[in-house]
T-cell receptor
Framework: GAGVSQSPRYKVAKRGQDVALRCDPISGHVSLFWYQQALGQGPEFLTYFQNEAQLDKSGLPSDRFFAERPEGSVSTLKIQRTQQEDSAVYLC????????????FGPGTRLTVL | GDSVTQMEGPVTLSEEAFLTINCTYTATGYPSLFWYVQYPGEGLQLLLKATKADDKGSNKGFEATYRKETTSFHLEKGSVQVSDSAVYFCSNQAGTALIFGKGTTLSVSS
């Protein structure tokens, strides 16, 4: 079956622009996660949804970052007024249930802010 | 807070050599432990996991044992192949999110 998909795969933005990154999780998966992966580093947690409820957003680095999952399936991560330090790969993962479980990752969106 | 520390790479081996990638963790409570792998051009995928002390996770010839006394989860494989070349991430999960190490790049040559 289809895995987690993300779009766009690559995004170049000028500093100050707003961007929106999309994640399509595996159908029926309850949990959805966003991670940020800087070059040469491991992924770092940004936020977590259980269905449409955003239960944890403790990893969002600033109020310029906003995520939503209005119908409990597709999710969008929005970054307002992008800065150079936002350049990273943004990973989406989904899991069939809540709690400790295997997470299935998408290929990521590589964001470059000029 | 919770953290994961894994050996820095790159690790360069010849085919059929023995592999060890060290991983230690800090956590409150008793986390589940994972190794994820990222092959070139692909997304992260789960390699193996262990959910309690003394559990051994295994997959594709790789093994790792959850050692609570040393807070470690070292990854081993007895005979690596060229196709094992990838970046390996150790992670723990005590709450909802995974906490990852920085990753170790493995390069295997024939």
């Amino acid at each position: 079956g289809a895995g987690v998909s993300q779009s766009p795969r690559y995004k170049v933005a000028k500093r100050g622009q707003d961007v929106a990154l999309r994640c399509d999780p595996i159908s029926g998966h309850v949990s959805l996660f966003w991670y940020q992966q800087a070059l040469g580093q491991g992924p770092e947690f940004l936020t977590y949804f259980q269905n449409e409820a955003q239960l944890d957003k403790s990893g969002l680095p600033s109020d310029r970052f906003f995520a939503e999952r209005p119908e409990g399936s597709v999710s969008t991560l929005k970054i307002q007024r992008t800065q150079q330090e936002d350049s990273a790969v943004y990973l989406c993962a989904s899991s069939p249930v809540s709690g400790v479980n295997e997470q299935f990752f998408g290929p990521g969106t590589r964001l470059t802010v000029l | 807070g919770d953290s994961v520390t894994q050996m820095e790479g790159p690790v360069t081996l010849s085919e059929e050599a023995f592999l060890t990638i060290n991983c230690t963790y800090t956590a409150t409570g008793y986390p589940s432990l994972f190794w994820y792998v990222q092959y070139p051009g692909e997304g992260l995928q789960l390699l193996l996991k262990a959910t309690k002390a003394d559990d051994k996770g295994s997959n594709k010839g790789f093994e790792a044992t959850y050692r609570k006394e040393t807070t470690s989860f070292h990854l081993e494989k007895g005979s690596v192949q060229v196709s094992d070349s990838a970046v390996y991430f150790c992670s723990n999960q005590a709450g909802t999110a995974l906490i990852f190490g920085k990753g170790t790049t493995l390069s295997v040559s024939s």
